[in-house]
């Protein structure tokens, strides 16, 4: 409801568990008709099957972007540049 109050049309997401609370904040983000983006070097598991679990095969069907934070960062800073 706050998100939608402040007009906020995209999400950017990091933290832990990959495979269980990132995955299901973001699915649900996307389901709710938000921009879900994904930082995957900000993104942790307890292993690398629960991680390529969540970037190889779940968040093509759901996240709109998946990038480490430098693209992140060099991609924000063009779009404000740019004005966007």
């Not at 070097?41 to 972007?65: G, K, L, Q, V």
């Amino acid at each position: 409801m706050m998100l939608k109050q402040h007009r906020v049309q995209k999400i950017v997401i990091i933290g832990m568990k990959a495979n269980t609370c990132v995955d299901t904040t973001a699915r649900f983000g996307q389901e709710l008709g938000y921009h879900v983006t994904l930082i995957r070097d900000a993104i942790a598991a307890f292993s690398w099957d629960e991680m390529r679990a969540t970037f190889d095969i779940n968040a093509p069907a759901y996240a709109h972007a998946i990038f480490t934070a430098d693209e992140f960062l060099n991609t924000f800073q063009k779009a404000a540049q740019q004005g966007g």
